[in-house]
């Protein structure tokens, strides 16, 4: 066997002997004699072989080179631009290109770009080569060459109106209606070419479950312009993956359209009895209590907030911390709240508790409490007996007249666990008549009512 055939019997690529010998010859003679056949063969192996990726999850910036094989899933309009001293106009048309493992931005140029506006289409497979970088959106490929396969199969689903929980990796041109759960604030970052981008985040329910949306630029206006409870319809979407979830994305393309009509989200909760520590869970419940908003120094200077709410369900009960933005939700004793993608973590006296940061989602919605029976404003008691209060949103105006009779709640930390028992939340100190049996340092919150200097506690917990 001479020195090209071994050459081919190690290469790892799709091309015939016959191809590999002409590609051989041809690279003899473009360099005019400065190559044997064997050094000519051993060149053109490295460049069929050398950027081969599994899966298009696999394509890095850092690669010089990839080749992977990919579904069209969109194909968008061929634009024209002038390049920088040169009369000749350039061309360029972006493919999104997917497989089962995610999705990748192509982009053609000149000749390519022209011609692909008239011949690819979406569904389109092709066997792809380019190099990768950093983009708009991600990691994009400049495409040199695109070839057909007519006999890959690629299992991705391609637009169309779907749910949230029919969302796969790689889908583009989606179209989802969905109600509103919670809104996050708009953050600015610096791209690589020195221009400002902007982006924020909301989360969206259906019958199925929801999705986190994320909204660039000129989109991301939407989620302060949106209200929770508003449905909306995402149009022409695309899926990508962020730490393990799918999420939806929203840019120039896409347009978000207010709906008239209502969606219902069902939540999907996980027993507030069941939750174990270093856990990530979903929880839904009615909020038995809620605590004054309090601020914090950072160790960077900056200021920050956190809530505490206790939330039950009909297995138990929990402590949510809402920090940031979270701290603001519009919660009081009696609503019915859903609780995603919150941390369980170690609290006080080994209690666990749930943590809700900027990414969680905290929505009040009427029925949250999974198996609430005929209540539809929430649980018809609690697992102790004692019925939910209401909160001052849902309270006729005689309750709101009747002033001293409403209940009050404080926390604080206890400075003197003696009688009487003196707690300080950093803005007040107040005198709390309890025979509950506290401890210095401890954080605890009273429900009752200010007789005077003193509060006359009817809860302590």
């Known amino acids: 066997m ?21 590609a051989v010859e041809a690279k003899v003679e473009q360099m005019g004699g400065l190559a044997d056949e064997e050094t000519a063969a051993m060149l053109i192996a490295h460049d069929l072989d050398g950027g081969e990726v599994e899966t298009i999850a696999d394509i890095e910036p850092g690669l ?46 000149d000749e390519d770009a022209i011609a692909a506006e008239e011949e690819i289409a979406v569904g389109d497979v092709f066997r792809i080569k380019g190099r990768p970088k950093d983009g708009y959106n991600g990691t994009e490929v400049s495409a040199d060459r695109l070839e057909p396969d007519d006999e890959a199969t690629i299992d991705v689903d391609i637009g169309g109106r779907v749910t949230a929980d029919s969302l796969s990796m790689g889908q583009s041109d989606v179209n989802l209606r969905g109600v509103v759960l919670d809104t996050g604030s708009i953050r600015t970052f610096d791209r690589d070419d020195g221009s400002e981008g902007r982006v924020s985040n909301l989360t969206l329910g259906d019958e199925t479950g929801r999705v986190r949306v994320t909204l660039w630029d000129e989109r991301a206006d939407a989620a302060t ?26 840019g120039s393309r896409s347009e978000i359209d207010e709906l008239d009509e209502a969606i219902e989200f069902v939540p999907d909760a996980d027993d507030i009895a069941d939750l174990e520590i270093d856990q990530t869970v979903d929880i839904a419940g009615v909020v038995r209590s809620a605590d004054p908003k309090r601020t914090f120094d950072r160790d960077d200077g900056s200021e920050g907030q956190v809530r505490n709410v206790r939330i039950q369900d009909k297995t138990g009960d929990i402590r949510v911390a809402l920090w940031g933005e979270k701290a603001d939700a519009d919660l009081g004793p009696g609503d019915e709240v859903f609780c995603a993608d919150v941390e369980i973590q170690d609290g006080w006296q080994d209690d666990l508790e749930a943590s809700a ?49 409403e209940p009050e709640t404080f926390t604080g930390t206890v400075v003197q666990p003696g009688e009487p028992v003196i707690l300080d939340s950093g803005e007040e100190t107040i005198h709390v008549e309890t025979d509950a049996d506290v401890h210095l340092g401890q954080e605890v919150t009273v429900r009752g009512r200010r007789d005077g200097d003193t509060f006359l506690a009817d809860d302590v917990f």
């Open 2 to 22: 001479g020195a090209i055939e071994e050459i081919y019997e190690d290469l790892d690529a799709d091309v015939s002997e016959e191809e590999f010998r002409e």
């Open 64 to 109: 010089e080179e990839v080749k992977f094989l990919g579904k069209v899933t969109g194909v968008g309009e061929l634009r024209t631009f002038e390049r920088d001293g040169e009369d000749d106009e350039g061309h360029v048309l972006n493919l999104d290109v997917a497989d089962e493992s995610g999705a990748v931005r192509v982009a053609l140029w």
């Open 225 to 250: 312009e949106l209200a929770p409870g508003q449905s909306v319809e995402i149009v022409d979407g695309y899926v990508r993956e962020r730490d393990g979830s799918l999420e939806l994305h929203v």
């Open 357 to 405: 940061g900027w990414r969680s989602t905290i929505a009040v919605i009427d029925g949250a409490e999974p198996d609430r029976g005929a209540d539809s404003a929430g649980l018809d008691e609690f697992a102790d007996g004692s019925a939910p209060e209401r909160s001052s949103s849902t309270e006729s105006d005689d309750d709101r007249d009747s002033g001293d009779d």
